[in-house]
């Protein structure tokens, strides 16, 4: 665990930070909102004594009561991961600044966060489905997924026998897991 | 169901969307998709300039690396734009690593590269120790580094021999292959399984070193040097083979880390960063090694700097074998795993670059999130990068020197 | 009625066969004799008169029959050695070390279906296949395969060659422009430029060698090679040979010049679309076309039917005629002698052996050294027997090259080739055609004859 | 690549030959079979103890711990019961898919199992309804089902199997865990009756035991003659160390997103 990166991470980003800098094994982890990811992801990209300039990682994830996007991030300047955690965007329209005006690369990892989860990416310049099909009418990684609406909603259905469209009237919601995810 | 319709003639349903009907000359001409471009990009590929013509490649290409389909825009030979379509080897990996419980989730994992499985594992294995507060025991860390390098090797000398037959090549392939052979029957001996070693554990590792795996690497590591380089002869000398391969996909190092490159490609272009060194996560730091760099960052020099990480592997395998600590191989551990919630990422240096693991614990036995980052879906990304300008030739041989497998790209 | 009926149904399978087969024979051979004796005169007058004609008509089905048994050979010798070099065992099942194998494909493509995509240009599709393998079979109709034994010795016979094999590429741009497929259009494309512009580096280097031998025949070119081997052009044109056979290799669409099918770029090039025999052909004209090239060159370069050392000429004088009752004995009593003399140590070493066992080994054995000899005696006294042993070894030896090559080296790229063609070839076959003729110059200028 | 010209491939052409020459790396496969790592666990494989009879007593935990739940079981349990487990012909793929939907959260429309249950399910229907599919209520599900057939149909199994979406084998550990349910119709008890009689009796497998630790060997033994012995063995072990308790243990509580994997006391305990 790197003190001086979250005394660092801290001053310099104390009005965006929501919650504070948790650090944990070899990970530091800060949590802001939607709207400050670009500024956030520009100062850790340049200035001289971050310089994150290695996007590990790019990650949507769905907690069951909103939608959430990681960023890991390597810098020279520390042993540790940063994590960036945008949190609280909502499940019905989820929408973050994209990060392909750094690194170009995020291009196919934002598409598949919208593939899997909806998240759309404003300034992703080619937002497409990039694994299901490009009819595709849900978002599997979804925590209310169920394999067997889809199917039935997909165009091959009926083809095998569990492609039908699930009756709500005999179990009712899908079962959300307890566990918040943090 | 919209199928059953029928269609007014001269037109068919599209296979994507049913309610689309396609013009049957249309489609019979252009792999162009048959509803209106969504995207910026996709309308900028999708419109045709002057003499230009839409090739599609794959998925049943002879040598797409797997079920990758490309839809290249030419101009005669020369390459304009290509297009990348993935998604025809999707499994679901991340939601079925979701359902399964953490000791199952390695075997799901396990295929993703399918010919360097063992790192496949061990990110995972790694994020869980994290999320567990596990200590691993240091002779199974050593183990996996041992039987790691031994993957990379394997990785790697099959990466030469599918460049060699994308260049045309038919020889390099096999003799590739017979070095990819032993190295897969050692880790048989010592795994148990040839391809989907599902070997490395949550705290350790599944059995411990045997004199069956321990008498054949000492008999293959006496003469591995050698037959590498004779079969490397073949190649490194050959007129036609480095012609052909110099000046190919030209990437400089900026660019690069922009389109996020690891690995050997990221190195290929000057910047030594390997997860290894940059982020040690095992017993990497008590190993000495370099870490090789060449600058020319084109296919040769991807090649060529697998070659010498090749030599850098045998290096780390000596040291291991030298360094083998005793003790236990397995932390001890309740069967039924249940990690208090928390949030860990891994990353390992994997012969294709950073291959990383992000697991979410929500309390109980199955992790709540589990994101895989794999490298080949990076690399194979910055295609339409690299190609434009070069010849239909040299489509393939760029996306052979990206070494790509299709299973981690399409998860 | 009935008992004609009743007579034909008490006959068994093979009676109303011959029932039917041997009355219908009688008419004909009858019809025959009498046609033969009121016409036969006229027809064979005919033949006499156009003797030629029938000789070519006759060269030209025993070249086509002879083709198709080179192609399995070369097909098996490529799964085979290659397999070998590439550390592999290679065909093992059909036939003894796979030596069948190469009739498997044949067997394939001869029951796959044969079938037309849609779009394509039916006419230009179909002929595709048999333009390219005329043109490989017509170009062979002026190889001298020895004294004696050729299709026909035009004067012309290396122009002949030259012009009839350059169009074997309208046959591949016919196949690749009436597929209907982008990988075929650019594999005929890619055909069409590769040989054309290899055609000029081809003809010119052989130029040279035209002008040392004064003449265009084939056979003429290879009798001015006889006696012993340092006669060959291949020692009087060592630059011309190189670049004669790096250009044959582009001719023949062989690796590393093998871009028409590059199987990693386009699929198949301009056999993608083609199934069943049609690609059957263009399968065979390849190989065909390796023999041709590997036999021109042997040809041209490398002494032809001539055996590399002088060999004194033995005529063995047989007069069965002088033998008269003795040689009845002697076709007898041979076969029956050479058996029991062959299998009485079969018999005699091993006591387990069966008497009769050992008589089918000796005559076995018998046989084999019966044929040994009938070939040595028909090798001595027979030129054309001699001539085609040498020529089809040297050839296939230049086969095994063009194997060897496909099996070490990779493709090389588009433009790399026709740099290469262009760049080098060219220029080198030009040096070598002038120099040629400067030294012919100057050895007649010192000679004192005049020009 | 060499200052010369040409000189790398006349060198790889001279590898090439030389390998042309040199011993092979394949093998004619079916003649020769390439040697197998001893600790090569590609196999899978019932084993059985020194007296030939099968090792496996049926517990399904492989099957739990299947994680695409490919492994299948059929036969005869340790104590002495008949058809364990008899599964429709079900392919790899669709139990993949089948497995994938089961954990995608809801119950599982799966027809293929109708073709051989010849009992109406209507009747489990109105049970899994009033038990509204939970499988936390799995044991008043299964003595429900008991009260209405008389015993536990493998279909009303699969049934509340699919309608629960707790796993087979869960379902299977919990009946077997709790004495008082039965597998089998009344008619099938003379059917069992009849095999235990010609099963050798306990005896005669303690006494052939008891020869062969001794090291001399009971003539006529065969597979086929000690299979029967398998389940007297096992039956015998399973007194032995008295793992048939009368009674429910008391049970952890289930976890709480059960519903989605049917956590049920009794496969929790077998699990650990």
Known sequence: MDRALKARLESRFADVLQGDVRQRHDQTEIRIAAGSVSDVLRALHDEPELRFVVLADLAGVDTGREMQVTYHLWSETTRDWLRVIVEGLSRDDPRIPSATFLWQGAEWMEREAYDMFGIIFEGNRDLRRIYMPPDYTSFPLRKDFYLADDAARSPGAGVRHMERTHDPADAGPAPLRTGTGT | MATTASVPPGTHRSTDDPNVLIDDEYALYEPIPPYPPRTERELEFYTPGDGQLYLNMGPQHPSTHGVLRVVLKLDGERVIDIDPVLGYLHRGVEKLCENADYHQTISQVDPLEYVSSLFMEWAPVMAYEKLLDVEVPRRAEYIRVLAGELNRIASHALFMGWLALDLGGLTPILYSFIERDEIVEMLAALTGQRMLFNYFRIGGVNGDLNHDFLSRLGDWMSRAVNQIEANLGLLNENEIFVRRARGLGVMDSETALRYLWTGPNLRATGLPFDVRRAHPYSVYPELEFDIPTRSEGDSLARYLLRVEEIKQSLRIIDQCLEQMPDGPIMAKLPRLLRPRPGRAWAAVEAPRGLFGVYAISDGSDQPFRMRIHDPSFIHLQSMAHLLPGHLLADTMAIMASLDPVMGGVDK | ?451 | MSLVPGLGIVRGMSLTLRRFFEPKATVHYPEVKADVAAKFRGRLQLLLDEHGALKCETCFQCAQACPIECIDMGGMDTKGRFHVHWGPPETYGERREESAIRRSGRTVPDPAFASFSPEDLSPLEDILDRCDHDPKRLLEILEATQAAYGFLPVAAIKTISQGTGAWYAMIYGTATYFGHLRFESPQAEAQVRAMAERRPSEASYLDRLGASLAGQSVAGESAGASAPGAAAAGSSRARATGARPTGPRPTRAAPARGARKGGTPGSRASES
């Open chain 3, 1 to 451: 009625m009935t008992a004609i009926s009743r007579t034909w149904d008490q006959l068994t399978l093979p009676g109303k066969f011959l029932a039917v087969v041997v009355p219908l024979l009688l008419f004909l051979t009858a019809g025959g004799v009498i046609t033969i004796l009121l016409f036969g005169g006229i027809v064979w007058q005919a033949i006499l008169d156009h003797l030629e004609i029938v000789r070519l008509l006759v060269a030209a089905l025993a070249l086509v029959l002879i083709f198709i048994p080179f192609a399995f050979v070369i097909i098996y010798m490529e799964l085979k050695v290659i397999a070998r070099m590439n550390l592999r065992i290679g065909p093992d099942r059909v036939g003894p070390w796979g030596t069948l194998m190469s009739l498997v494909p044949g067997l394939k493509v001869l029951t796959k279906e044969d079938f037309i995509p849609t779009r394509a240009d039916p006419l230009v599709f179909t002929w595709a296949p048999v333009v390219v393998f005329a043109t490989s079979v017509m170009s062979a109709l002026v190889l001298p395969f020895a004294p004696g034994l050729y299709g026909q010795d035009l004067n012309i016979g290396l122009l002949y060659f030259f012009a009839v094999g350059g169009m074997a590429v309208v046959g591949l741009l016919m196949g690749g422009w009436a597929s209907f497929n982008k990988y075929s259009l650019l594999g005929g494309l890619r055909s069409a430029a590769q040989i054309v512009s290899y055609e000029i580096p081809l003809t010119l280097s052989v130029v040279g060698l035209i002008i040392l031998a004064g003449t265009m025949s084939l056979n003429q070119i290879v009798e001015q090679q006889s006696g012993w081997f340092t006669s060959w052009y291949v020692f009087r044109q060592p630059l011309a040979f190189v670049i004669f056979f790096i250009a044959a290799t582009a001719e023949a669409n062989r690796t590393p010049f093998d871009l028409t099918e590059a199987d990693s770029e386009i699929v198949a090039g301009f056999a993608t679309e083609y199934s069943g025999m049609r690609f059957g052909f263009f399968f065979f004209a390849e190989y065909v076309n390796v023999f041709i090239v590997s036999a021109l060159t042997t040809v041209l370069f490398l002494g032809g039917w001539n055996a590399p050392i002088d060999l004194p000429h033995v005529a063995i004088a047989l007069d069965p005629g002088a033998y008269g009752l003795g040689l009845l004995f002697f076709v007898l009593l041979v076969p029956v002698i050479g058996t029991l003399v062959l299998a009485a140590p079969v018999y005699l070493l091993r006591s387990q052996t069966r008497w009769w066992v050992a008589l089918i080994i000796g005559f076995v054995l018998f046989n084999v050294v019966a044929a040994g000899l009938t070939f040595l005696w028909a090798y001595v006294s027979f030129d054309f027997v001699a001539g085609l042993v040498w020529l089809l070894g040297k050839a296939f030896a230049l086969v095994f090259v063009f194997v060897w090559m496909r099996g070490t080296l990779p493709r090389v790229r588009i433009d790399q080739l026709m740099g290469f063609a262009w760049k080098w070839l060219l220029p080198a076959a030009l040096l070598n055609l002038f120099v040629t003729a400067a030294a012919v110059i100057a050895v007649d200028a010192l000679k004192g004859t005049p020009l």
